[in-house]
């Protein structure tokens, strides 16, 4: 199993973790991930904000790039992975786009790279029975809220991964390594994306609603596969607790991380002590439970 | 209720809108299941489904300056549940991209020069660059110590990267930015 990797630029700072994780699994797993040289911003909710035919042309600077390795290309953060899909369809389903586009790369790139998340990886290429396999711990009935954010569900037409209402990619994995998924209503819910620094006060708001209804399930840990909603869930903690004078210590981790523990990897390899709220209970419920 | 002035700008709104966004405004009937899931509306003072029957109704550049307009989060909720299949975050992102255009008022919390920061960033490094970023923001805002009691711990944990990133193609990024200032020049 060969794939070009687009770590996105969060890989390289406030989701290191994520990319640490990510790239500890694959290698447990046989997963072979190359990085495209040079590989830059997919330009996030900015670039869409802003223009329409920057938000395209970014991406397809990076899927261009892949088309000329010949592989099909894996994205781990939610944000990028929207990006470089809804680029593909801007580009199949527009002419003027795409000749935009060729404008501003200076080369035509037809959006047929195939996008793929790590997660569908991970479910269908590799499958859960060889998953399970593989394991050398047990979750240990740790109970898991998983928490999908929007923009690996939506557009739904575009993206087409999972159910948009109530998906289960996670819950599915969270369950083969012996976790219990939790049933919670906020699985879709936004955590404020990229108003974290502009409107904190909306994203406090709206971060404190899915750890309120985390908590109500019995969540020991909320699993995240998109480096905005991992940092505003986990860092906003302390400023809800200040505000609210309630006491939220949920740990936000990434779906790799826990895959990566069931898989025997360290958890200085995982980037486990960068979380904001430590993951210690977590980590003492997994390791007690060691098959090794 | 929803009361607006007719004026001269108005055609050219819901008719820039609809160009912008590939979206028919005459499609939607009102049934508000945009309201209902936008995680904003309750904290705005407008909600999409009145945006979307404002600009139908031909309301001008005034609509541009409406709180929801920089508070969405792009989450496309609305989009993903609207029963007439209307992209509802395109037209949200048509009437940014207007905003910036016709000059609105600046929003609080100014997510354009948000924006604008993250942007310069990457067009500079390839990547972008979160310190860079913030402090830029920041130092627009006049709020330098705003919301930064976490950083020490950030960065002692190595939750955020001081240095800015390295090895991306600055090249081609240049390029695309360049090439997206003088087509927007042309039409100008």
Redesign the interface.
Known sequence: MKYAYYPGCSAESTAHDMNQSTLAVARALGIELHEPKGWTCCGATAGHQTDRLLAVSLPAANLSKVQDMKLDMVVNCAACYNRMKVANHEISSHPTIRQGVREALDRDYDGSVKVRHLIEVLLEDVGLPAITKSLKRSLNGLKVACYYGCLLVRPPGVLKFDDPENPKSLDRLVTAMGGQSLDWPCKVECCGGGLSLTRTDVVVHLTEGILEMACAAGADCIAVSCPMCQVNLDLRQQDINKQTGKNYQVPVVYITQLLGLCLGIGTGELGFSKLMVPASSVLKKVEANSHE | MITIKKNTTSRALKDAVEL?SGVDLSVCFQCKKCSSGC??AK?ARTRPSEIMRRLHLGAGNELLASDLVW?C?????C??RCPMGI?V?AVM?AL??LA?ERGAPKP????PL??RA??KT?ETF?????IGM?TA?KLGTGKLMN?TE?FP??LK?????LLP?R????K??K???R??KE??GAKA
């Open positions: 912008l995680p904003v904290l508070m989060v792009s989450c496309e909720t989009s993903a992209d975050a992102d940014r991209r910036l609080e919390g100014n997510v948000f924006n993250f942007l990457v390839g990547r972008s660059y979160e913030i923001y919301d976490k711990a950030m944990k190595g939750k955020i990267a990133p090895g991306g193609d600055r081609t990024v390029r695309i930015f090439k997206i087509s927007k």
